[in-house]
C-alpha cells in the first residue's frame, strides 16, 4: 500500500510541476503609453525636381540611372531621404520634423520594401528622434513596423508604428500616415 501510496504521490508531483512550469497566457489587452499620428512626405528625385526633392536614388539595378526607378517592381533601387513630418496631411503645413533613412525594393513579384529611417523632432511639444524599421508590403492598404528606440523625449521607446499610404503621384510623391502606438515608455 505504501508504494501504490508513494507512486501516486510522486505521480501528482510530476504533473502539478509539469503543468506550471508552462503557463497559461492570458489574453492581455496591452494601452500604449504614448500615441502620435504624423505625416511624411516623399518627393522622389527624376531628374527634373532638384529644387523639391527630398529623396533620391543612391542604388539602381540598371546601373547608372538614378532618376527612374527600376521596371518590375523597383527591384534592387534604394532610396535614401530626408522628408518633411507635419501634423496634418498638407505637404504645405509647417513640419516638425524630419523623416531621415532609406528604403529598399526587395521583391522581385510585388511592390514590397525594407524601411529603416528615424523621425527627427524638434517642435515646442515633442524633441527627440525615434527609430523605425521593417517590411513594407506595399500593396497591403495598412501595415505594421517596429518601433525599435528613441532618445530625447522617446529615450528607449518602443512599439509599433501602423503605416497607411495616404496619397501618392506616380513614382515621384507619396505621403504616409503614421499612427504611433509606444508600450515601452521610460
Not at 512550469?21 to 494601452?31: D, I, W
Not at 532609406?102 to 515646442?124: M, Q, R
Not at 527609430?131 to 495598412?142: E, L, Q, R, S
Request: glycine share 8%; net charge neutral; proline share 3%.
Amino acid at each position: 500500500m505504501t508504494s501504490k501510496f508513494s507512486i501516486s504521490l510522486l505521480l501528482f508531483f510530476i504533473l502539478f510541476n509539469l503543468s506550471s512550469a508552462y503557463p497559461v497566457k492570458k489574453n492581455r489587452s496591452y494601452k500604449p503609453c504614448k500615441h502620435l499620428v504624423l505625416y511624411f512626405h516623399d518627393i522622389v528625385y527624376n531628374g527634373h525636381n532638384a529644387a523639391n526633392a527630398t529623396s533620391a536614388i543612391v542604388g539602381a539595378p540598371e546601373g547608372a540611372n538614378m532618376t527612374i526607378l527600376a521596371s518590375q517592381f523597383h527591384f534592387g533601387n534604394v532610396v535614401v531621404f530626408d522628408d518633411p513630418i507635419t501634423l496634418d496631411n498638407n505637404l504645405h503645413s509647417s513640419p516638425v520634423g524630419r523623416a531621415q533613412g532609406l528604403y529598399i525594393y526587395d521583391t522581385k513579384n510585388t511592390f514590397t520594401a525594407w524601411l529603416g529611417f528615424s523621425f527627427v523632432l524638434n517642435s515646442t511639444d515633442y524633441k527627440g528622434s525615434m527609430n523605425f524599421m521593417g517590411a513594407d508590403p506595399i500593396m497591403v492598404k495598412t501595415r505594421d513596423i517596429s518601433v525599435v528606440g528613441g532618445t530625447g523625449d522617446f529615450f528607449m521607446h518602443r512599439g509599433i508604428a501602423n503605416i497607411m499610404t495616404d496619397a501618392f503621384e506616380g513614382e515621384v510623391y507619396f505621403r504616409l500616415r503614421v499612427d504611433i502606438k509606444f508600450y515601452e515608455c521610460w
